[in-house]
């Protein structure tokens, strides 16, 4: 949606391999990246052209315009990437989307949670998107930094005020609480409101201290 390869030039004269998931707008900005990839083990490869070329449905774009692309790498989930001086490890964080990613510094104690986890509200509507998913996830990541404090950065916040998208562990322990409490209610008769994305109607369920999770309404 916008062109960050200035941003990027700034950053590092290396080659870039720009990733991308469900909602491609990512890729869509800066289209001359050296190298693009997807996870094979969550991206079926049926959905990708023979000659690995994928195209995103209107729904996971979200936008006019959808782009094509050629994958020239498949990444599995526990793939550690030397960025030089530092190693990520990529995580497969399916319950918002099945093809939900996450990246783990281990060395430093720092988890970049992207989509799955962020200030404000979490989407859990969304086609894809598993409450028993998101359970387990959680427990992961839980069991992952156990050993250690661990510092956790978003991909977003959705709230007006922006608060810092650095927090800690507890942030993942208050979530996999809040989902045991919808998961043991499969009628979904915990307390909620009406909320509206778009012109999706969404149950809002709020925990407390700013932890939201919408859930689809029917």
Known sequence: MRDIRTVVASLTDRPVTRRSRTCTSTTSGG????????????????????????????????????????ITEWWTPDADVDLGGRVLRVLSVPGHTPESLALYDAERGRLFSGDYLYPGDLFAFVPGSDLAGYRETAQRLLDL????????????????????????????????????QLLADPKRELPWTLAWFAWIPTRRHAFGDGLVILTPIF
């Open 145 to 180: 930094t156990a050993r250690r404090p661990t510092w956790r950065s978003t991909a977003r916040t959705c709230r007006r005020r922006r608060p810092s998208p650095r927090q800690d562990r507890r942030a993942l322990e208050r979530l996999a609480a809040a989902l045991d």
């Open 31 to 70: 289209t001359r990246s050296s190298r693009r990839w997807r996870r094979s083990i969550i991206l079926d490869r049926s959905r990708v052209a023979n000659d690995d070329r994928f195209t995103p449905t209107l729904l996971q774009h979200g936008a006019p315009g959808r782009p094509t692309f050629r």
